[in-house]
């Protein structure tokens, strides 16, 4: 056995040493670990994650189905947005981030649903006044497809609504 100056271990074993990977010391080892490269810590999520996820999921949604003029869709879907929103908030303080995001994108697709139906409704009954060659195009449409002018269809919504002969 050397334990001269040529064994630059200074060990009986001639130099060799077989744990030589996980010296920490040997350069081959970044994180100076001698079990290897260190575990990274599984990502903390909070209770109201997934409900914050599904929120705004939801609320974008609710634009794209307003972008598509679906009606229906941006109520019922906007409105599960902003209770999941909620929902998600749980006993924090604040809100997640996803949270927010569909917090705002369902209420900005609510807001516009409501302003686009109240838009329609006004148009319908103000279209005679504002062009009367497109009234004529929508009454010979509603004749072709129900039967009933525009004009017909409009006197009896103004009868529904007389509320002179109610008494």
Sequence with gaps: MDYGPNNPQGDPSGGYNPYNNNNPYNGNNPYNNPYGTPLQPAPFKTKGENMASASMILGIITLVSLLLLRLSLPFLLGGVGIILA??????ARKMVGKAKAGMICS??????????????????????????SLTEEVN???????G???YEMMDEIYDMW??????
């Design 162 to 167: 007389d509320f002179d002969e109610v008494e």
């Design 86 to 91: 909620i929902l998600s908030k749980g006993g």
């Design 107 to 132: 209420i900005t697709g609510l807001v516009l649903d409501v302003a686009f139906c109240v838009f329609a409704v006004w148009l319908v009954f103000a279209l005679p006044k504002i062009s009367p």
């Design 140 to 146: 010979k449409m509603c004749e072709e497809q129900y």
């Design 148 to 150: 009933v002018s525009y």
